[in-house]
């Protein structure tokens, strides 16, 4: 079911042939830099499972991203409640997650504006709010592109993490409902 519709994205539910590639994509070492692990194809059904149980308990939840021009499945782009404690929960989380062949393209920040808009004002969720690993460049980037920004008081240590972990560390980016009508 089509959720969301940009220039050049479709973001809709999952279905089945989408395990596949989200498996390979779960596997690549550039995609996965700024997580823990690698995730097998039993890790991503799991994931898969997990996104379509939070469509079903809230209406809004991770959604596929597919090329309009080649209809090709390219990843995940939307919206997951914040399942852990932290300062700044409870929380509505924007992410993304794209084969490393569709970087560089616009691609993160066009399904991510599409997704802000979408939860501000069909959803009307008050704050989004958005989270990596301190050295991932490329997805601060995209958070800024959007229009959410930073407040250093805000990192946290990410507390699903080891604290000898290299990733325990995290940067918090947000915007309000009200932010987001005055620009």
């Not at 932290?86 to 066009?110: D, K, M, V, Y």
């Not at 959410?148 to 990733?167: A, E, G």
Request: aromatic content about 10%; hydrophobic content about 35%.
């Amino acid at each position: 079911m089509k959720i969301l519709e940009t220039e050049r994205l479709i973001l809709r539910t999952w279905i089945d042939t989408d395990l596949q590639p989200m498996c390979a994509i779960n596997q690549d070492p550039k995609v996965m830099q700024y997580f823990p692990s690698l995730q097998d194809l039993d890790a991503t059904k799991h994931l898969i499972t997990k996104i379509n149980a939070h469509f079903d308990t809230y209406g809004y939840s991770l959604y596929a991203a597919v090329r309009k021009d080649t209809d090709e499945f390219i990843g995940f782009i939307g919206l997951l409640n914040v399942n852990f404690k932290a300062h700044f929960t409870p929380a509505t989380e924007i992410g993304w997650r794209l084969a490393s062949n569709q970087w560089g393209q616009g691609f993160a920040t066009e399904g991510a504006k599409a997704v802000l808009d979408y939860a501000f004002k069909t959803l009307e969720i008050p704050e989004i709010v958005s989270f990596t690993a301190t050295d991932n460049a490329p997805s601060k980037r995209v958070m800024e592109k959007i229009g959410l920004s930073r407040q250093k008081s805000d990192d946290f240590d990410h507390p699903k993490l080891n604290d000898n972990s290299p990733l325990k560390r995290h940067v918090l980016y947000r915007l309000t409902k009200e932010q987001y009508q005055t620009n």
